[in-house]
């Protein structure tokens, strides 16, 4: 069975259209696409207009699977950081729903953690009282204990006391997925992460990311306009198109895990860069003026 | 502050130091100079006499009592102004409706000035203690307000949005998310509005009170004791510039560290 076959019954009728994933080129275990058969965000049919006559999102239907890493992709203005907001609780759909485990989202709430672009550590605060935030609001037992095993699990024990304005971007947003994971959450949503990073940083964070994931295996719904690095980090590629913001197309990424950077040279790697490259370049200039 | 201080730090301070007592040793020359020049002890008496005339003064213990006076008057009318104005700048920076009821009121009597309140002050309260509060504290209040208000609007979207996915309820979203976010503009409100009660104080002195450097100038004034006029304006200039020298260091130190970082 393929990746892109597991997902189907996940998949709403409406974007039913949206072709799957080309044949995949690696099969993955029957065990791990199981695991996946549970819905754990579902939106239903979701538009988001603030209120003016082109919507940010028009009718988008998603269903992502528990333990399922997607990314969002697209150009910029598709709407996919608001369709992460909906997700997270943010902002309310003009119309329609988005459900976490069946139950209707209807604010945010610690079961999903939520990594921001940059700019969303507490500057009042210290890296370890940062990632201890979520625990205490919860009335976990010792919040600092599990800040203190998680910023060691992401390399910053030694910065634990530091303020954030101190730290370097990398650390910075490793503080930040630290502090998301803090509250064990199901689900980690992450708009652009790595998108204010340098090239090589980047990089490195992204095998991050993956090493963490392996660990703790939360379903992950990742935003980015970088063609790359939604391949090689997500189980499924979500592309989306612009004016109004809607599912273009999905594609299931064959490539089995742990993934490391070579895979990028890999052809069938190249072969499915370009062919999401060539939707976004349409869907770019529809925008670009 | 800790981090990358050391050595160089202290060479700083040093140097900043050696600059600023060179640059009051040359005031006090050209000062003494000019006294001299023109030997007249009423229109400008010598660095000297203003010295000597602070050991009377500290000898008799009238220039301890009367700088407890100001001391107090300034205190109360910062402390109420404070307790006044944070709090109102903060629901006024998170509540649309009263913002626009309050925020033109506020523009009204922001430009009057704390001495024109004097008349006003005295009618009300009499003569004593109470009007200066009242001045003191009209002058330290917008300086707070504004700040704090700054500091309310401030805030910024993502904190938040992460504050609540994190599990914080709209209590704890005030307490540890909203108020440290404006603290380092509210801060910065008391620093100068410390600054401002300790103008009005001698304002309020002058005229609506029977102690205090501000009272005690203008006898002095009255009885052409020059030398006391200096001393009373010298030590109000050492008190300010001692207190808001404490508040910036309790600043960065304590209550906003996390804004003075390198």
């Given at each position: 069975m393929t990746r892109g076959a597991a997902h189907n019954p996940l998949r709403d009728p409406v974007v039913a259209d949206s072709r799957p994933g080309r044949a995949a080129l690696h099969l993955v275990d029957a065990a791990e696409s199981a695991d996946r058969a549970a819905v754990r965000l579902r939106l239903d049919d979701v538009t988001v207009d603030f209120g003016r006559k082109i919507p940010a999102v028009e009718n988008v239907s998603l269903g992502i699977g528990a333990g399922e890493f997607v990314a969002l992709l697209g150009p910029s203005g598709c709407g996919k950081s608001t369709l992460l907001n909906v997700l997270a609780g943010f902002q309310a759909p003009s119309k329609g729903r988005a459900y976490l485990d069946g139950e209707p989202l209807l604010g945010p709430s610690a079961k999903c953690g939520v990594v921001f672009q940059k700019h969303s550590l507490f500057p009042w605060m210290t890296a370890l009282e940062n990632v201890a935030f979520g625990p205490r609001r919860l009335g976990l037992p010792d919040p600092r204990g599990i800040a203190r095993d998680l910023l060691d699990s992401v390399g910053l024990a030694d910065v634990a006391n530091a303020w954030p304005s101190s730290l370097s971007g990398g650390m910075q947003q490793r503080v930040g997925i630290a502090r998301a994971l803090a509250t064990r959450p199901p689900v980690l949503l992450m708009d652009e992460p790595f998108g204010a990073l340098d090239a090589q940083t980047r990089s490195l964070m992204q095998e991050e990311l993956l090493s963490i994931w392996d660990k703790l295996r939360p379903t992950v719904v990742f935003v980015t306009h970088d063609i790359e690095e939604a391949i090689f980090l997500a189980d499924r590629v979500v592309v989306m198109q612009a004016l109004p913001g809607k599912i273009a197309r999905e594609f299931a990424v064959p490539f089995v895990r742990p993934r490391a950077p070579e895979i990028m040279d890999e052809p069938a790697f190249i072969e499915l860069r370009r062919e999401i490259a060539d939707i976004i370049r349409i869907e770019a200039r529809k925008s670009f003026r | 502050m800790s981090v990358g201080g050391g050595k160089k730090g202290y060479r700083a301070t040093g140097s900043a130091l050696l600059l600023g007592s060179t640059g009051l040793a040359i005031f006090a020359g050209v000062w003494a100079l000019a006294a001299a020049k023109l030997g007249n002890e009423v229109l400008l008496p010598s660095p000297l006499s203003v010295v000597k005339t602070y050991g009377e003064l500290i000898g008799d213990g009238s220039l301890a009592s009367d700088v407890k006076a100001s001391i107090v008057r300034v205190f109360a009318g910062f402390f109420i102004a404070s307790a006044i104005a944070v709090p109102l700048a903060l629901i006024l920076a998170y509540s649309r409706i009263l913002r626009g009821l309050v925020m033109p009121l506020i523009a009204l009597i922001r430009p009057i000035p704390p001495i024109a309140w004097i008349p006003l002050a005295i009618l009300w309260?009499?003569?004593?203690d109470p009007p200066s509060y009242f001045i003191t504290s009209i002058a330290a209040f917008f300086p707070i307000f504004l700040n704090a208000f700054a500091g309310g609007t401030s805030l910024q979207q993502e904190h938040v949005n992460a504050a609540r996915s994190l599990g914080a309820r709209p209590a704890a979203l005030l307490t540890t998310v909203m108020l440290p976010s404006a603290l380092p503009m509210i801060v910065t409100g008391l620093r100068i509005g410390l600054g401002q009660a300790w103008m009005a104080v001698v304002t309020a002195e002058l005229i609506a009170a029977q102690s205090g450097l501000g009272y005690m100038i203008q006898i002095s004034r009255l009885s052409l004791e020059t030398p006391r006029v200096l001393v009373g304006m010298t030590v109000i200039g050492l008190l300010g510039a001692v207190m808001i020298g404490v508040l910036g260091v309790l600043e960065r130190r304590f209550i906003v560290p996390w804004n003075f970082t390198r």
């Amino acid at each position: 069975m393929t990746r892109g076959a597991a997902h189907n019954p996940l998949r709403d009728p409406v974007v039913a259209d949206s072709r799957p994933g080309r044949a995949a080129l690696h099969l993955v275990d029957a065990a791990e696409s199981a695991d996946r058969a549970a819905v754990r965000l579902r939106l239903d049919d979701v538009t988001v207009d603030f209120g003016r006559k082109i919507p940010a999102v028009e009718n988008v239907s998603l269903g992502i699977g528990a333990g399922e890493f997607v990314a969002l992709l697209g150009p910029s203005g598709c709407g996919k950081s608001t369709l992460l907001n909906v997700l997270a609780g943010f902002q309310a759909p003009s119309k329609g729903r988005a459900y976490l485990d069946g139950e209707p989202l209807l604010g945010p709430s610690a079961k999903c953690g939520v990594v921001f672009q940059k700019h969303s550590l507490f500057p009042w605060m210290t890296a370890l009282e940062n990632v201890a935030f979520g625990p205490r609001r919860l009335g976990l037992p010792d919040p600092r204990g599990i800040a203190r095993d998680l910023l060691d699990s992401v390399g910053l024990a030694d910065v634990a006391n530091a303020w954030p304005s101190s730290l370097s971007g990398g650390m910075q947003q490793r503080v930040g997925i630290a502090r998301a994971l803090a509250t064990r959450p199901p689900v980690l949503l992450m708009d652009e992460p790595f998108g204010a990073l340098d090239a090589q940083t980047r990089s490195l964070m992204q095998e991050e990311l993956l090493s963490i994931w392996d660990k703790l295996r939360p379903t992950v719904v990742f935003v980015t306009h970088d063609i790359e690095e939604a391949i090689f980090l997500a189980d499924r590629v979500v592309v989306m198109q612009a004016l109004p913001g809607k599912i273009a197309r999905e594609f299931a990424v064959p490539f089995v895990r742990p993934r490391a950077p070579e895979i990028m040279d890999e052809p069938a790697f190249i072969e499915l860069r370009r062919e999401i490259a060539d939707i976004i370049r349409i869907e770019a200039r529809k925008s670009f003026r | 502050m800790s981090v990358g201080g050391g050595k160089k730090g202290y060479r700083a301070t040093g140097s900043a130091l050696l600059l600023g007592s060179t640059g009051l040793a040359i005031f006090a020359g050209v000062w003494a100079l000019a006294a001299a020049k023109l030997g007249n002890e009423v229109l400008l008496p010598s660095p000297l006499s203003v010295v000597k005339t602070y050991g009377e003064l500290i000898g008799d213990g009238s220039l301890a009592s009367d700088v407890k006076a100001s001391i107090v008057r300034v205190f109360a009318g910062f402390f109420i102004a404070s307790a006044i104005a944070v709090p109102l700048a903060l629901i006024l920076a998170y509540s649309r409706i009263l913002r626009g009821l309050v925020m033109p009121l506020i523009a009204l009597i922001r430009p009057i000035p704390p001495i024109a309140w004097i008349p006003l002050a005295i009618l009300w309260m009499g003569l004593g203690d109470p009007p200066s509060y009242f001045i003191t504290s009209i002058a330290a209040f917008f300086p707070i307000f504004l700040n704090a208000f700054a500091g309310g609007t401030s805030l910024q979207q993502e904190h938040v949005n992460a504050a609540r996915s994190l599990g914080a309820r709209p209590a704890a979203l005030l307490t540890t998310v909203m108020l440290p976010s404006a603290l380092p503009m509210i801060v910065t409100g008391l620093r100068i509005g410390l600054g401002q009660a300790w103008m009005a104080v001698v304002t309020a002195e002058l005229i609506a009170a029977q102690s205090g450097l501000g009272y005690m100038i203008q006898i002095s004034r009255l009885s052409l004791e020059t030398p006391r006029v200096l001393v009373g304006m010298t030590v109000i200039g050492l008190l300010g510039a001692v207190m808001i020298g404490v508040l910036g260091v309790l600043e960065r130190r304590f209550i906003v560290p996390w804004n003075f970082t390198r």
